[in-house]
């Protein structure tokens, strides 16, 4: 068989697998198959090609040809990682922490989760899609005919990725452009809701993601000649699965017409998902919605330190401090309410001492040698109930999960109570979002309710 026919049936086969937004054991094994018999013919064909033009007087032995290569393939996965990379680092106006935040998802992802990775990113960084995008924020019904060519273009191929990420139906919303979207714009340092520049953000293309922890192995000293223990540790996979959210905006014809609508409805957008995830992340229960970090570690009773009295105190914060296992204090730090942060700054460090145990000479501050950060979602009174007022822990064990492409859909009339049109336009915004913690050894939760 022709390299070429070949290489284009692994191409077709590869883009059907990638229509599976999850793909099972056998499929992720035959993309690693094809991508192997891909590359394999494809240096064989480029050898081809050399020495055809060798023989025919192109180039001299050892000289690349002359001749132009042909476009690249986008075949198992490396040119499309590469393209997307490219077009990642041509967007310098993009902020960079959402460019190396996508960056490392491309280089971290293999197999369907790349190729989707990819394609979104190609289709949604491309100033052609966001100009279209931004026309259709103005107007929903008739922007697409303001479309140049090359906008058009970008807008098919972005709703041809929108359909293999199975996302919605061919009819529905458009991806949110790359620099609106809030998937990746939420990460950047001086969030409002901690969690996000604390925890282990994961962005994925799938419908939800699988980790892999170990509580480690052991070792032990022996004879000469003896014979070794088996120190085989146990691994388990959490999986984290991802919920949907949404928030819907209305505005008046006129703004949408005098208005740079598109960068003022990103904003609007962000800042509901931001403060939405900031209680699910902290107290979510996991079903339907991300498992919050406070009902997570609470959970494990080992986790738990029970704390006397009505107030905090210093013997308090000691006694989470102390009960966090060594291998997590290196990176440790704290989370609480402003008003136990407060709390602990008119305490003073111990007996004989005047300064107060939370050190305000840094930023942020520190007590007892670790970041405090404040949570205003955690509870910040001491009483009846259950009172986790005090969070320490490594947060790098706390996983947020963003499955890429927010969508946008436009109600293009709303309608009032006697179903005539208001005069307004309607915004319709959903993204998935899943979180859970990892490993609950990892953080201490002192509970005045215990």
């Known amino acids: ?17 990638t229509t599976h937004s999850t793909p099972t054991n056998t499929q992720v094994a035959r993309v690693a198959e094809l991508n192997e018999e891909f590359n394999r013919l494809d240096r064989a064909h480029q050898l081809e090609r050399i020495r055809s033009a060798a023989a025919a007087g192109h180039i001299e032995s050892g000289t690349p040809p002359a001749q132009p290569d042909p476009p690249a393939r986008q075949g198992p996965f490396g040119d499309v990682r590469s393209a997307a990379l490219r077009a990642i680092d041509g967007r310098r106006d993009a902020p960079e922490h959402a460019r190396h935040r996508v960056a490392g998802l491309l280089d971290r992802a293999n197999g369907v989760e790349l190729d989707m990775a990819a394609r979104w990113t190609t289709v949604t960084i491309n100033p052609a899609y966001e100009r279209a995008a931004g026309k259709l924020f103005r107007d929903p019904l008739n922007g697409h005919r303001e479309f140049t060519g090359e906008e058009l273009a970008a807008y098919r191929e972005a709703k041809s990725v929108q359909r293999a990420m199975n996302l919605t139906d061919a009819a529905g919303g458009f991806l949110v452009p790359f620099t609106l979207d809030p998937n990746i714009m939420l990460t950047g340092p001086g969030s409002v809701n901690p969690l996000r520049s604390l925890a282990r953000v994961v962005t994925t293309a799938t419908e939800s993601w699988s980790g892999v922890t170990s509580a480690g ?82 959970a494990v009773a080992g986790s738990v330190v029970a704390a006397a009295g009505g107030a905090l105190t210093v013997a308090d914060i000691y006694a989470n401090q102390g009960a966090l296992p060594p291998r997590w204090r290196p990176r440790a730090q704290w989370l609480a309410n402003l008003s136990i942060i407060n709390a602990g700054r008119q305490l003073v460090a111990g007996t004989g001492l005047t300064t107060a145990i939370v050190d305000d000479s840094t930023t942020p501050p520190r007590m007892l040698g670790w970041r405090l950060h404040e949570n205003s979602v955690m509870d910040g009174t001491i009483g009846a109930g259950n009172d986790y007022v005090l969070l320490s822990g490594d947060f790098s064990q706390y996983a947020l999960v963003d499955r890429l492409g927010a969508v946008v859909e436009h109600l293009p009339l709303l309608l009032g109570p006697n179903r005539r049109p208001t005069g307004e336009r309607g915004w319709f915004m959903y993204w998935r979002v899943g979180a859970d913690v990892l490993v609950p050894d990892a953080f201490r939760l002192t509970n005045y309710s215990a």
């Open 1 to 17: 068989m022709d390299l070429l026919t070949r290489m284009d049936e692994i191409s077709d086969e590869l883009g059907r697998i």
């Open 217 to 298: 192995t052991t070792a032990s000293w022996y004879a000469e000649a003896a014979e070794v223990a088996d120190n085989s540790p146990t691994l388990a996979q959490p999986t984290i699965a991802t919920h949907r959210a949404s928030s819907f905006i209305a505005a008046s014809i006129e703004v949408a017409m005098d208005s740079n609508l598109a960068t003022q409805l990103g904003a609007l957008f962000t800042d509901a998902k931001d403060q939405l995830e900031a209680t699910a992340m902290t107290l979510g229960t996991g079903t339907g919605q991300p498992k919050g970090i406070i009902p997570a570690v609470s």
